[in-house]
T-cell receptor, first 112, second 111 residues
Framework: KAGVTQTPRYLIKTRGQQVTLSCSPI?????VSWYQQTPGQGLQFLFE???????NKGNFPGRFSGRQFSNSRSEMNVSTLELGDSALYLC???????????FGPGTRLTVL | KQEVTQIPAALSVPEGENLVLNCSFT??????LQWFRQDPGKGLTSLLL?????REQTSGRLNASLDKSSGRSTLYIAASQPGDSATYLC??????????FGQGTELSVKP
């Protein structure tokens, strides 16, 4: 069974631009969560989607948004990029009725 | 507010040594605790998940324990190998899909 896939793997943007990251969960998994990882703050929860509905949200500004499609694929959007948004963005999927989260390889975003 | 702390931040051991990584959390009302491994620049690999009702889980050379009342978990690695070198993260699961992570322990196993 294929793992969690994220595209693109690497991205370079400039301040003020916007970016969309994509995550495809493991087949059959309906929960997708997004995390931001930086050297200073570590791993921080952004949001979680289940069956196209946002179920949980972390403490990030409104510039960070997401959505989930009927096939469980999820996208995360960051508008008006700032230098501090440079990070590794990880998504994780989880099967209903279980608690183990499976992570993708991440998207490395660099904001110049 | 749940806080997760991992000690030590970094650890270097010779190959073959048994070692223990520590994780503590401030709020004992957790659903479960999960240990991950992260190689440089890569995603997270799930190692072990301990439900709040369990005391320990084992997988190969790895054994994780959980003491909810004291807010502690340990990851024991037996007979360490250079391939075990990575950052080890513990995360507590409070509700829904939200994991709260510690800062990790960077492990280096020297041949």
């Amino acid at each position: 069974k294929a793992g969690v896939t994220q595209t693109p793997r690497y991205l370079i943007k400039t301040r003020g631009q916007q970016v969309t990251l994509s995550c495809s969960p493991i087949s059959g998994h309906r929960s997708v969560s997004w995390y931001q990882q930086t050297p200073g703050q570590g791993l921080q929860f952004l949001f979680e989607y289940f069956s196209e509905t946002q179920r949980n949200k972390g403490n990030f500004p409104g510039r960070f948004s997401g959505r989930q499609f009927s096939n469980s694929r999820s996208e995360m959007n960051v508008s008006t990029l700032e230098l501090g948004d440079s990070a590794l963005y990880l998504c994780a999927s989880m099967r209903k009725g279980t608690d183990t989260q499976y992570f993708g390889p991440g998207t490395r975003l660099t904001v110049l | 507010k749940q806080e997760v702390t991992q000690i030590p931040a970094a650890l270097s051991v010779p190959e073959g040594e048994n070692l223990v990584l520590n994780c503590s959390f401030t709020d004992s009302a957790i659903y479960n605790l999960q240990w991950f491994r992260q190689d440089p620049g890569k995603g997270l690999t799930s190692l072990l998940l301990i439900q709040s009702s369990q005391r320990e889980q084992t997988s190969g050379r790895l054994n994780a324990s959980l003491d909810k009342s004291s807010g502690r978990s340990t990851l024991y690695i037996a007979a360490s190998q250079p391939g075990d070198s990575a950052t080890y993260l513990c995360a507590v699961h409070n509700q829904g899909g939200k994991l709260i992570f510690g800062q990790g322990t960077e492990l280096s196993v020297k041949p």
